[in-house]
């Protein structure tokens, strides 16, 4: 009988010092909060800048849908426009046909559809190895870029056109100057990082670090590894088309471009510039990779690729780690001050 209590209180601790654990890795850091006031301090600091700065959001959420595959599943992708295309068509036709006029309920319609799309063919990625998956994915994007192509209501070569988007809930008309589009576009970033941040600091998503790290005992402590891979393939697919139907909602128009090869080139190019597994990595890389892009465009337009490039082969041959140290005492400091001004907040409430 002691023993058994024992062994029930040992449990119970474990359970404890689990939950605790959970906590401490959901709790908000003070740079996080710092980090989104920052980005909601730029609706008003920078006015003009608004049509850019709806671009980086919307490069950021798809950003971070690769970075739920790459970074915590470990599932690399080399065509993932395929979900961001599919969703932006999808919301461009829904509009065009006036299917659905409203543009969030729009939006969370083309996200659905796009979340069945990455259901059907996660079964395709779960078969062979990483090799495997990196062709088929590419494959799939070809394939649906090569539809978008020769069908009729998809405008072909030349794009859909017509679209024109009602106002948001019925109250926000979006405006030339980029206005509403980033204030809208901006909150449903930071709605769906919420959820993301939910997912990843659940046991769903330290099981999927589990298996990222090493399959074969995730699966012999009983993980279903297959159906965890389906699952988060399926939400980062609606993520990424969701990201498409932004993008399509905003400028009211939607390409072959959004399927393009270059497209999924962009997004893993951001993933490495700003770092994986950890969300904000595709956020900060979006930030840096846009605005980067902007300035070489404006000082080479001929050449920006090239340094861009460049920059990436830097990275790669120096290493992030010994990039990130040189920055390691300014963010020591930073999170000193803050978490000294957070304590000064909570003490004074």
Same mark, same amino acid.
Request: net charge positive; proline share 2%; aromatic share 10%.
């Given at each position: 009988?002691? @023993?058994?209590? =024992?062994?029930?209180?040992? +449990?119970?601790?474990?359970?404890? /010092?689990?939950?605790?654990?959970?906590?401490?890795?959901?709790?908000?850091?003070?740079?996080?909060?710092?980090?989104?006031?920052?980005?909601?301090? +730029?609706?008003?600091?920078?006015?003009?800048?608004?049509?850019?700065?709806?671009?980086?959001?919307?490069?950021?959420?798809?950003?971070?849908?690769?970075?739920?595959?790459?970074?915590?599943?470990?599932?690399?992708? *080399?065509?993932?426009?395929?979900?961001?295309?599919?969703?932006?068509?999808?919301?461009?036709?829904?509009?065009?046909?006036?299917?659905?006029? =409203?543009?969030?309920?729009?939006?969370?319609?083309?996200?659905?559809?796009?979340?069945?799309?990455?259901?059907?063919? !996660?079964?395709?990625?779960?078969?062979?190895?990483? *090799?495997?998956?990196?062709? #088929?994915? *590419?494959?799939?994007?070809?394939?649906?870029? =090569?539809?978008?192509?020769?069908?009729?209501?998809?405008?072909?070569?030349?794009?859909? /056109?017509?679209?024109?988007?009602?106002?948001?809930?019925?109250?926000?008309?979006?405006?030339?100057?980029?206005?509403?589009?980033?204030?809208?576009? *901006?909150?449903?970033?930071?709605?769906?990082?919420?959820?993301?941040?939910?997912?990843?600091?659940?046991?769903?998503?330290?099981?999927?670090?589990?298996?990222?790290?090493?399959?074969?005992?995730?699966?012999?402590?009983?993980?279903?590894?297959?159906?965890?891979?389906?699952?988060?393939?399926?939400?980062? @697919?609606?993520?990424?088309?969701?990201?498409?139907?932004?993008?399509?909602?905003?400028?009211?128009? @939607?390409?072959? !471009?959004?399927?393009?090869? =270059?497209?999924?080139?962009?997004?893993?190019?951001?993933?490495?510039?700003?770092?994986?597994?950890? %969300?904000?990595?595709?956020?900060?890389? @979006? #930030?840096?990779?846009? %605005?980067?892009?902007?300035?070489?465009?404006? %000082?080479?337009? /001929?050449?920006?690729?090239?340094?861009?490039?460049?920059?990436?082969?830097?990275?790669?041959?120096?290493?992030?780690?010994?990039?990130?140290?040189?920055?390691?005492?300014?963010?020591?400091?930073?999170?000193?001050?803050?978490?000294?001004?957070?304590?000064?907040?909570?003490?004074?409430?």
């Amino acid at each position: 009988m002691m @023993a058994a209590e =024992e062994s029930g209180d040992a +449990s119970r601790t474990l359970v404890a /010092q689990a939950n605790a654990a959970l906590a401490a890795r959901a709790r908000w850091s003070p740079l996080e909060i710092a980090f989104w006031l920052a980005a909601a301090a +730029s609706i008003f600091l920078f006015p003009t800048k608004h049509l850019i700065l709806t671009e980086i959001a919307i490069l950021g959420l798809f950003a971070l849908s690769l970075d739920l595959l790459l970074g915590y599943a470990g599932i690399v992708s *080399l065509g993932h426009a395929a979900f961001f295309g599919f969703g932006a068509y999808a919301a461009g036709l829904l509009a065009k046909y006036h299917v659905v006029n =409203e543009p969030v309920l729009a939006l969370l319609a083309s996200g659905i559809a796009t979340m069945l799309l990455g259901f059907v063919t !996660s079964f395709l990625v779960l078969r062979g190895s990483d *090799l495997t998956r990196l062709m #088929v994915t *590419l494959g799939v994007a070809l394939v649906l870029r =090569e539809i978008a192509n020769r069908l009729e209501i998809t405008g072909g070569a030349d794009g859909l /056109q017509g679209i024109v988007m009602d106002p948001i809930l019925g109250r926000f008309s979006f405006d030339i100057y980029g206005h509403v589009a980033y204030v809208y576009s *901006l909150i449903m970033l930071f709605a769906l990082f919420l959820v993301a941040r939910r997912i990843v600091n659940s046991p769903f998503g330290l099981s999927l670090r589990s298996l990222k790290g090493n399959p074969l005992r995730a699966a012999a402590i009983g993980i279903h590894v297959n159906g965890r891979l389906v699952a988060i393939y399926t939400i980062a @697919a609606g993520y990424a088309g969701i990201a498409g139907a932004l993008l399509t909602q905003t400028t009211q128009f @939607a390409s072959l !471009s959004v399927l393009d090869f =270059e497209r999924s080139a962009d997004v893993l190019l951001i993933l490495i510039i700003g770092g994986t597994g950890y %969300l904000y990595g595709g956020l900060i890389g @979006a #930030v840096l990779f846009k %605005l980067m892009q902007d300035w070489l465009a404006n %000082l080479t337009p /001929q050449y920006w690729q090239f340094w861009i490039g460049l920059i990436l082969v830097i990275i790669v041959l120096v290493g992030r780690d010994r990039i990130t140290r040189t920055t390691d005492p300014i963010r020591a400091l930073v999170q000193r001050a803050t978490d000294r001004v957070w304590s000064g907040v909570r003490g004074s409430g």
